[in-house]
């Protein structure tokens, strides 16, 4: 008969863990504390890696992000391991991957996360014509809502982007921000583009997010390094406190 009592006692000192939600099949996992709804009309351009702000994030709050895929032997990897910590991130996909791989793509948005743009063949956008540039950015958002759709349109569903290379220009800046279409840079990235093993990797993450407190992660779903240290990742997340924030696009117009 003690054991209700016993129950409503430890959900009286734990009010945050008992209002979040469950997730199936893991009780200690990460979970995604809550979503922040992004528009280009408050946040045109965000991340401190490149730009002046970041997104409004509290202490120990972070975004996570996935560039270049969807890729068939990584990416389905990152989505499992996002899935059993109950974590949504956002996926900035690259077209011509998205066209390839429409099943991964659908997947990704089935599964609850957010799917950004970066451009169809990942070219350095700051080193051809601005049409051209803008060419290619759309012809990356027509690939990406095809795959995820069966609609080829060049208005995003979710109107974020990234450069790749973070290779900007501001005469591109501004024609994205007049398009209502959010530019990420990053806060914090894993150098994932380096050859590292998974443990180096996951150490040189956790110390570079450990200066930064809170803000946007990069990282790669490409690369097998960083879907091998994700589960391990994510829950080092955990046992240190931070929070994860999913991102979501904002009602276009103002509001
Ligand atoms: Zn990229």
Not at 171 to 193: T, Y
Request: proline share 7%; hydrophobic share 45%; with cysteine.
């Amino acid at each position: 008969m003690i054991r209700p009592l016993a129950v409503l006692a430890v959900a009286a000192m734990l009010p945050l863990a008992a209002m979040a939600e469950p997730c199936p099949g893991n009780p200690q996992a990460l979970g995604t504390e809550r979503t922040l709804t992004v528009a280009a009309t408050t946040s045109p351009r965000v991340g401190r890696k490149e730009f002046a702000a970041t997104l409004p994030l509290g202490p120990k709050e972070l975004v996570l992000t996935f560039d270049d895929g969807p890729w068939p032997t990584t990416t389905p990897k990152v989505l499992d391991a996002l899935k059993s910590e109950c974590v949504l991130a956002t996926f900035f996909l690259v077209g011509r991957n998205a066209e390839a791989h429409a099943g991964i793509v659908r997947r990704i948005l089935a599964e609850g996360h957010s799917v950004g743009h970066h451009t169809y063949a990942h070219p350095l956008l700051d080193h051809m014509p601005i049409e051209k540039a803008e060419t290619e950015i759309d012809r990356g958002i027509a690939a990406d809502e095809f795959a995820a759709t069966g609609q080829r349109r060049t208005t995003p569903t979710t109107p974020f982007f990234r450069f790749p290379g973070f290779a900007s220009t501001p005469a591109l800046l501004d024609r994205l921000q007049a398009r209502g279409i959010v530019v990420f840079g990053a806060d914090v990235w894993a150098s994932d583009w380096l050859a590292m093993t998974p443990e180096q990797e996951l150490q040189l993450i956790l110390n570079r997010i450990a200066k930064i407190d809170h803000g946007i992660v990069l990282l790669h779903d490409t690369k097998a390094q960083t879907a091998h240290m994700l589960p391990a990742f994510l829950r080092e997340l955990k046992k240190r406190g931070y929070r994860i924030v999913h991102i979501v696009a904002g009602s276009s117009g103002a509001s």
